[in-house]
């Protein structure tokens, strides 16, 4: 097989495309007159931009095939109905707020009996799965702590229970880790994120590599019209393009970052992974980790990450705000933690922005709102 790189800049191509385009055209069409050719009818089952990337997708991530949908959520919503109503599902504990707002949600919609567990706890995962399981759906690196799990352990305990291994890979993306090649059944990804890099659009990817889990995946992007769009299928295809070269620059800034963040000594706990962008720490007060939100200049205050600008994000007040409040204590997140997303800047200028504003936080006046 190529190497990643390469299969990033030569994408399948549209059997029978006229032009023989360089780039891939965008068929901003509804509907296919099937009478002149029998591949394509409808774009909500069905349209050649979207195969393309589909096909580009599924060799990327070393899938039988791969479905794009609208958002990460559409995506993260499909891998979900694999398990059937009123089964059982096992969930890992640091989890996007969304992903959990949508477990809680489901497990009530459709009787999941939904159970929490540590996925580094290999013994309890065990006993967890001694229960009839249907699903068992983890983060790695976790968002935003950056936990990391052995895969392939997990792996070989799902498919012993005869439990679906849904893997969300939203941070590193099929460049760095394809979870199917260490034993997933799913692989899921927000694309919204590095896969596509731009903050440009939102969608998102569900690959397989069994047939039969294949089958139920496109009935259910049909059925329900979830499908990435043709133009959002063209963005992707676009951002990917770079993902390599994004992502190493990223991957080098990021560690650059935390071994300095490490030997200054302003921050009380760092969270970080291997060749991972995503860095998360704790200030230790909630006020200086909202000033020193305001304080940045070249991180910009967003719940998104995995673009190439870099990004700041209060997780407990953005990006997992949406966790249900019974599930609130679950990940005992901290208030005051901070998320950062390293972009593809330059690494000293990163720098200066984070030590200058970490230094007036630092040393900035206790209660802001008296200043008023
Ligand atoms: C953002 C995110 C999602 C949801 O993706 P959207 O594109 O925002 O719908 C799912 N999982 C993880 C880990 C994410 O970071």
Redesign the pocket.
């Known amino acids: 097989m190529r190497h990643l790189e390469t299969l990033l800049v030569h994408r399948p191509t549209i059997p029978g495309e006229p032009a023989a385009a360089s780039s891939t055209p965008i068929y901003q069409s509804a509907t296919f007159c099937v009478d002149r050719q029998g591949r394509w009818d409808y774009s909500r089952s069905g349209n050649p931009t979207r195969d393309v990337l589909e096909r580009q997708l599924a060799e990327l991530d070393g899938a039988r095939r791969s479905f794009a949908f609208a ?4 995506a ?1 919503s499909a891998a979900l109905r694999m398990a059937p109503a009123g089964s059982r599902v096992l969930a890992g504990i640091d989890l ?1 707020g ?2 959990l707002r949508l477990l809680d949600d489901l497990a009530i919609d459709r009787g999941l009996d939904l159970v929490f567990v540590d996925p580094n706890d290999l013994d309890a995962l065990s006993r967890a799965l001694e229960t009839t399981t249907a699903l068992l759906w983890i ?1 790695t690196p976790s ?1 935003p702590r950056l936990e990391v799990v052995d895969l392939s352990a997990i792996a070989a305990l799902t498919r012993r229970a005869g439990t679906l291994l849904a893997v ?1 890979n ?2 590193l993306s099929p460049y760095r880790q394809r979870p199917l090649e260490l034993g997933a059944d799913l692989a899921v990804q ?4 590095v896969l596509g890099g731009h903050s440009d659009l ?3 990817v569900v690959s397989v590599a069994d047939a039969e889990l294949a089958e139920r995946l496109a009935f259910r992007q049909n059925a329900e019209g979830t499908a990435l769009a043709p133009f959002d299928s063209w963005l992707l295809l676009r951002g990917l393009e770079t993902l390599g070269v994004r992502n190493h620059q990223q991957v080098e800034n990021a560690a650059e970052i935390a071994r300095r963040l490490r030997s200054s000594g302003v921050v009380e706990q760092l969270f970080s992974a291997p060749e991972s962008y995503v860095i998360s720490f704790d200030t230790g007060s909630l006020e200086r980790s909202r000033r020193l939100l305001i304080e940045l200049e070249l991180f910009r205050a967003t719940v ?2 995995g673009g190439v600008t870099s990004s700041i994000n209060l997780p407990c007040e953005m ?1 997992h705000a949406s966790i249900p409040e019974r599930w609130r204590s679950l990940g005992d997140l901290s208030p005051s933690l901070v998320r950062l997303s390293i972009g593809i800047e330059n690494v000293a200028d990163l720098w200066a922005d984070l030590d200058r504003a970490l230094r007036r936080v630092s040393s900035a006046p206790r209660l802001l709102e008296v200043a008023r």
Do not use: R
């Open positions: 958002s990460g959520m559409a993260v996007y969304g992903t983060e968002n969300d939203s941070i927000s694309a919204t994120k939102t969608a998102g998104s990450f990006s």
